[in-house]
């Protein structure tokens, strides 16, 4: 049950009794979720004999509105301690029918207020009939103070100065009632925001000192009194501030510089310079300072600083300092340039200008000797010929506006030494004569000289120091040949000078060369002669001997030669060759043959063997290089290994064939008389031929074969069929009976076929052999066996004979069935359909048991039908009456809880069942050993238990219909243990109205889908207390939990706190919640209670 109220409604609970008299509660509830109440009257000893108590309005504002479809209940005098309950949805029940707002209305003298404590319960009775039955507990009421104003809490709350604040409200209703928050008067040097009683308070900016605003509190009915928050904001002390500023001077021009910032607080602030410029000098101290831009710049420098006011630095300032350009006069440049003795200079002015201006040149004067060319900065001096020494000439240069100073430049011509000179030669000497000669050189400054050969002669030698040189000619060279050279006077080389020469001829002998050349085996070489010779004549070629083995054919240096045939190994031959005058002498050409692998030849072959028969024998190969593999101890002497192999296989015979070509043919036997197979030579490297070995067969005769055979026929009828015979040779066969039939007569003809007649006389088998010949050779003997069968006659289908039984209700019965068939053959039974009342066993022989399942149906059937091994039966229903039998009745156990000290008002009678009758008497077997039990004769029963026990009761019954007892059952009743909470150690005073919060009480609630079931309260010391459980029609669950103190003095607040997250678990287990940020239900307990205290919580 839901208890965060919205609106506050006051109903008024009116009980009309039967003496006249009449007295109203007035119940707080939230109509607008739907709240019910429960009304408590106590009717012990009072005077209320016969009288009625009936709920009959409630109020709103200037308005009585009265309930619809009140109900009322007769009171008994003297009765023990009830409880009058009923369920109203009083919002349905007086609901506005404009939907104004609903608020309390007071009417003097009618009631007074305060809270009435209700409880809530209901059973089933256990009929399951889905109708409540309602009992009546004891309950009380007691009332409160009336309402008292709240009060709203004066505070005090200091924040430093720029430093916002949270602020919380608070105030106090000793009726404990929900507080309205409302701002009265805003703070006059500061901003509030937020919602009250959470505000937030932000003090002007740099304000300090004290501030106040002011509120009130409201309980839904009162005002509190004004309270005043009062806010001292103190004193921060702030940071003071630097200015940041710009100025302005002239390039060239100092700059004195003031720096300012200022303190709110007024205080002495110190200057401190932080950054310098990065061009210029800054000087001073303080505030004062002085700027000197460097010379001749011009542009935008600046500086920082900050200050101090004692406690804090200020912000970080710049002093921007603009320079601005003033025009300064160009410069020219000096220079001193040289160059030699009659060369010329290229010369270009310089000039520079501080603000960059393009500059003209003014030549002012000319150099004393030489000449001057060009224009502007470009010019070129031409020294006087042969002149050398310094000159100089002056320029200026001008930016548009100012001349420069003059500036003059000097050129040192420097002297220069002149060159020396080489003289060339014609020289002759003999091929093969040493030629003496003299360089010759001039210097015009008669310098000594120094002579250098250049490039030496290409078909000879230089020895000797120059000018004194020997020339030595190649031998037999003859033609031109030359060198060069220079001189130098130890400062300048001359010219280049050729010295020619020619080398007269003398006629040498030639020169034959020698060769080694190789070829393979069996492969011819072209080669050619070659010769030389100094005057290179033309040479003519002579063989001298030729090669010993091989042949040599060609003409002059052109020459083939082609070894022997499979030769490997040296051959040589000479010769010579003339320059038309002179032989050169003898010359040998070597040539070497290698070794080249000839593939081995495979040989063909043939051999005879008989029919079936085996032949061994060898295939052969051979190998023109015994050299195909070197032996192990003599690598220079070669032997030759052969390995054989079959490339295809015979084709009626099997070939065992080894790597040496050894061989064992086997012929298949059959009547082919030709074979083959191929086979090949390696050699280690290379496969031979593929040689083919042909095999002729000699044919022998073999025995044709017969085969057996078999057939089935009717007794005394015709067979007609073909016998099976084959010969290797396939050559005509004849056929011939060996054993004729004993009970038929055969026919064979020539080509297998035959007729075979029974004589009918006997079913007993029959057979007969044969054989067949080739001509020459018999066959083996085979055997045809005959089956004679005979025909059966007809087959008539079965037949079953009715069969009905009769038997009592739930027995069992065992019987068979019946059946004939009238060829004499045996017969079983085949059930088709089952029984529908009971069980059935059904044997293949007709024998059955069949057990009625003791219900009340008085017949039952099943379907059967017989088979002879060929044929069914048509299907015969066999009929089964059922005599009624009376049926004890059955009682199931049941269980119910109640409260402590509570009776518990129950029903059993649906816990009692009877298939046969609903007319049944109830008798209790044993009762209830810790109370007292009223059971009823239709069932309901009263259970009181005894005082101040809890615990588990129980009490069993049966039924009877007359004839039969049912079983005995039993009823279990749980009494709920009571919860108690302790006194507190010092008693509260009730003038204080002192709450005393029950915190760390926590719900561990044991949940399970069974209305059965129990929850259980576990306080934070463990100990676990049940809680009744109720479960509405409308599925609503409510658990009850009774607190019980005796001695309270004062109000007691208990805060029941309920988890969320609900999890469904299996039996036994545990279930945790997390907690709610507040109640979802407070309980007031009022002064001087001296009784229970109940309160319903729905979850």
């Not at 901003?191 to 000192?209: E, I």
């Not at 060239?252 to 310079?273: M, Q, V």
């Not at 070995?693 to 074969?705: K, Q």
Request: charged content about 15%; proline content about 6%; aromatic content about 10%.
């Amino acid at each position: 049950m839901k208890h965060f109220l919205k609106k506050l409604v006051l109903w008024t609970v009116v009980l009309v009794l039967t003496a006249g008299r009449g007295y109203s509660q007035v119940i707080a509830l939230d109509p607008y979720t739907g709240d019910h109440f429960d009304l408590h009257i106590d009717t012990n000893g009072s005077n209320n004999q016969g009288g009625g108590v009936g709920i009959y309005e409630c109020h709103y504002l200037n308005e009585l509105v009265t309930l619809v479809n009140s109900e009322g209940w007769d009171l008994t005098e003297g009765a023990d301690a009830q409880d009058i309950v009923d369920y109203y949805n009083l919002y349905n029940h007086c609901a506005d029918p404009d939907h104004d707002p609903i608020v309390p209305e007071v009417v003097s003298g009618m009631y007074f207020t305060g809270f009435i404590i209700y409880h809530v319960t209901y059973w089933n009775g256990g009929d399951k009939d889905g109708n409540l039955k309602f009992v009546g507990i004891q309950a009380s009421y007691s009332s409160v103070a009336p309402n008292v104003a709240p009060i709203a809490d004066d505070q005090a709350v200091s924040t430093p100065e720029d430093t916002p604040t949270d602020i919380t409200l608070t105030g106090s209703d000793v009726n404990g009632d929900p507080l309205l928050y409302t701002v009265l008067t805003q703070p006059t040097h500061g901003t509030l925001s937020g919602t009250a009683p959470a505000v937030h308070y932000v003090p002007a900016a740099n304000y300090f000192g004290i501030d106040t605003f002011t509120f009130s509190v409201n309980d839904g009915l009162l005002d509190s009194s004004v309270a005043t928050v009062t806010i001292t904001v103190g004193s921060v002390n702030d940071a003071p501030i630097a200015d940041s500023q710009t100025v302005t001077t002239t390039e060239d021009t100092g700059l004195d510089i003031t720096l300012t910032g200022s303190d709110l607080e007024l205080g002495l602030i110190s200057f401190i310079k932080l950054t310098d410029p990065t061009s210029g000098v800054l000087t001073g101290s303080g505030a004062n300072l002085h700027f000197e831009p460097a010379h001749n710049f011009f542009g935008q420098v600046s500086f920082t600083f900050k200050v101090n006011d004692g406690l804090s630095d200020s912000n970080v300032a710049t002093v921007t300092i603009n320079v601005t350009a003033v025009n300064d006069g160009p410069t020219a440049i000096d220079q001193t340039l040289s160059t030699d003795e009659d060369t010329g200079l290229d010369i270009l002015l310089t000039g520079t200008d501080p603000e960059s201006d393009p500059l003209s040149y003014i030549k002012l004067s000319d150099p004393a000797s030489g000449v001057l060319t060009g224009t502007g900065a470009n010019l070129h001096f031409q020294p006087a010929l042969d002149f050398y020494g310094q000159v100089t000439f002056t320029f200026k240069v001008n930016d548009g506006n100012l001349d420069s100073d003059i500036a003059t430049i000097k050129i040192n011509v420097g002297t220069v030494n002149d060159e020396p000179t080489a003289f060339g030669q014609t020289l002759n000497t003999p091929e093969e004569v040493d030629l003496d000669l003299i360089l010759a050189g001039l210097d015009p400054d008669g310098d000594p000289l120094t002579y250098h050969v250049l490039t030496l002669p290409e078909h000879g030698t230089l020895v000797g120091t120059g000018p004194d040189l020997t020339y030595v000619p190649n031998p037999n060279y003859n033609g031109p040949d030359s060198f060069t050279f220079k001189v130098d006077d130890g400062t300048v080389d001359s010219n280049i000078a050729t010295i020619e020469i020619t080398v007269t001829s003398v006629n040498d002998a030639p020169v034959a060369d020698g060769q080694s050349l190789s070829t393979a085996e069996d492969t011819g070489l072209d080669l050619t002669l070659t010769g030389s010779d100094v005057e290179d004549d033309p040479l003519s070629f002579i063989v001298l001997v030729g090669p010993s083995h091989g042949t040599l054919t060609g003409t002059g240096a052109n020459l083939h030669y082609e070894p022997n045939l499979n030769y490997f190994g040296l051959d040589s031959f000479t010769f010579k060759v003339n320059d038309g005058d002179l032989d050169s002498p003898e010359a040998t050409v070597n040539i070497t043959v290698t070794p080249v692998n000839d593939a081995p030849v495979a040989d063909d072959g043939s051999f005879s063997v008989d029919e079936g028969g085996m032949y061994p024998g060898h295939v052969w190969a051979h190998d023109v290089d015994p050299h195909a593999v070197p032996t192990l101890f003599t690598p220079s002497l070669f032997i030759s290994f052969l390995n054989y192999s079959v490339v295809v296989w015979p084709q009626y015979g099997s070939l065992v064939f080894n790597l040496d070509g050894s061989f064992t043919y086997t012929h298949n036997g059959s009547e082919n008389h030709t074979d083959f197979f191929t086979f090949k030579a390696n050699d280690g490297q290379l496969d031979s031929n593929v040689a083919r070995v042909d095999i002729t067969i000699n044919p022998i005769n073999d025995a044709p074969s017969s085969n057996p055979d078999d057939f089935t026929l009717v007794l005394g009828s015709l067979h007609q069929g073909s016998l099976v015979a084959t010969d290797p040779e396939n050559d005509l066969l004849s056929w011939i009976i060996v054993d004729a039939p004993l009970y038929g007569s055969l026919i064979l003809n020539q080509d297998g076929t035959y007729d075979y007649q029974h004589n009918g006389d006997n079913a007993l088998d029959d057979s007969f052999t044969y054989k067949v010949n080739d001509g020459s050779v018999d066959s083996n003997l085979s055997t045809v066996s005959i089956t004679v069968t005979v025909l059966p006659p007809l087959n008539t289908p079965p037949g079953t004979f009715p069969e009905a039984i009769t038997l009592n209700e739930g027995a069992s019965l065992t019987d068979a069935v019946g059946g004939f068939d009238a060829d004499g053959d045996p017969i079983t039974f085949v059930l088709v359909s089952d029984v529908v009342n009971g069980t059935l066993t059904f044997n293949a022989n007709g024998t059955y048991t069949y057990t009625h399942n003791g219900t009340e149906t008085i017949a039952d059937s099943f379907q059967f039908r017989s088979y002879d091994g060929k044929a069914t039966s048509a299907v015969r229903t066999a009929t089964i009456t059922i005599n009624p039998i009376n049926d004890a009745p059955v009682a199931v156990n049941g269980e119910d809880e109640t409260d402590f000290n509570t009776v518990l008002t129950g029903n059993i009678h649906d816990l009692i069942s009877d298939v046969d009758s609903a007319n049944w008497t109830l008798g209790l077997v044993t009762s209830v050993a810790h109370g007292t039990l009223v059971l009823n004769a239709n069932g309901t029963f009263t259970y009181t238990p005894n005082s101040e026990f809890s615990g588990e009761d129980k009490f069993t019954f049966k039924a009877n219909d007359g004839g039969l007892d049912s079983n005995i059952a039993t009823y279990t009743i749980t009494v709920d243990e009571e919860v108690i909470i302790e006194d507190p150690d010092t008693p509260l005073s009730p003038l204080s109205f002192w709450w005393l919060y029950l915190l760390g009480l926590l719900f561990i609630l044991i949940f399970f889908l069974r209305p059965n079931l129990k929850y259980a309260l576990v306080d934070k010391n463990g100990k676990e207390t049940v809680i009744r459980r109720h479960i509405f029609a409308n599925g609503n669950d409510d658990l009850f939990i009774d607190i019980n103190d005796k001695n309270i003095e004062g109000l007691v607040k208990v805060d029941l706190v309920v988890y969320k997250q609900l999890v469904k678990r299996e039996q036994g287990q545990k279930i945790t919640f997390n907690l709610f940020k507040k109640p979802v239900k407070t309980i007031a307990v009022p002064e001087d209670m001296k009784d229970s205290i109940e309160d319903q919580i729905k979850l």
